[in-house]
């Protein structure tokens, strides 16, 4: 075990989408040499700067990749914005764990890095030995859906950094009840000042294939991503904000009864998603890709 980096390195990927090249950017923490990788990846509309404490935190025994999943943070926008959704991500994933030069990571996700995570998990050969999904599952409650279609999308724009500081706070009040430097810490890389305004770094248009979806389209892919998690073998941990409007306990009693290896565990006073910034909350992750017990189901 090495001393945990506080210090994350960023660097950036070249990947490819039926539109052309992008580049993927990432914070990379711990020993680069290091061939035990955990990659984190982040909820719809956030950044991989999301996972800074938990990196330092497991940066002794891990290598920890975060990335920006295109058109959010600091990566590139796709030409087409058709080409944001699972498929494109789970590319995206693949030659990003390419560039590790490691055969295996394990995988912790949040919301949308969790449902990339499944997709990934439940393919042949596929690279992921633990995988953590927080807050997410393959069935996704519509209220959540309805609420988080109210505001992807917007191109807002801010008076000031910290305006908009406090407007994803709100939007994400359900992470938990965080500091004002917590909500800083982790909403500023978020925004960028453009023109004199500031702004969501990520691309508006990623709104144009979420709200486009059918019923029928979100049945198939629900049932996909059932198939894929009940597909992969590797121990899996279900952590369920206990006040969580998007994950249902009767979801997290399903996948521990379809899953091969899996466990779950619910945090309270907290909705979607559990922010894994505060000493407790990491100490799960920690235990979990340790090997050891986390408590729950």
């Not at 500091?179 to 990520?202: F, K, M, S």
């Not at 121990?235 to 998007?246: C, E, M, T």
Request: proline share 6%.
């Amino acid at each position: 075990m090495t001393e945990p980096s506080a210090v994350p390195r960023q660097h950036y990927v070249q990947c490819l989408s039926p539109s052309g090249l992008h580049r993927m950017a990432y914070t990379e923490w711990g020993d680069p040499a290091n061939p035990r990788v955990l990659v984190c990846v982040h909820g719809l509309t956030r950044s991989g700067r999301d996972f800074d404490r938990l990196a330092a935190a497991l940066s002794g025994t891990y290598r920890v990749v975060c990335p920006d999943v295109v058109g959010r943070g600091l990566s590139s926008w796709l030409v087409d914005p058709r080409g944001y959704g699972v498929a494109q991500y789970v590319a995206d994933m693949v030659t990003l764990i390419a560039r590790t030069g490691v055969e295996q990571v394990d995988w912790f996700g949040t919301s949308m890095g969790g449902l990339i995570g499944m997709a990934l998990a439940g393919l042949p050969d596929a690279p992921i030995g633990r995988m953590l999904l927080n807050d997410i599952g393959p069935h996704i409650e519509p209220a959540a859906l309805g609420r988080i279609g109210e505001y992807v999308g917007q191109d807002q724009r801010f008076g000031s950094l910290q305006e908009g500081i406090d407007n994803a706070a709100l939007l994400a009040a359900s992470f938990g009840p965080l500091t004002a430097q917590e909500w800083r810490e982790i909403n500023t890389p978020l925004l960028h000042e453009v023109d004199g305004a500031w702004r969501y770094r990520y691309d508006p248009r990623i709104s144009e294939g979420f709200k486009g979806v059918t019923p029928e389209q979100n049945e198939q892919g629900e049932q996909f991503l059932w198939r894929s998690f009940a597909a992969f073998k590797g121990p899996v941990l279900a952590v369920r904000g206990a006040l969580s409007d998007l994950l249902s306990r009767e979801t997290v009693a399903r996948m521990v009864e379809t899953g091969q290896q899996v466990s779950s565990v619910e945090i309270a006073g907290v909705g979607h998603a559990p922010a894994f910034l505060s000493a407790d909350q990491i100490e799960i992750a920690r235990r979990f890709f340790d090997g050891g017990p986390v408590g729950g189901s």
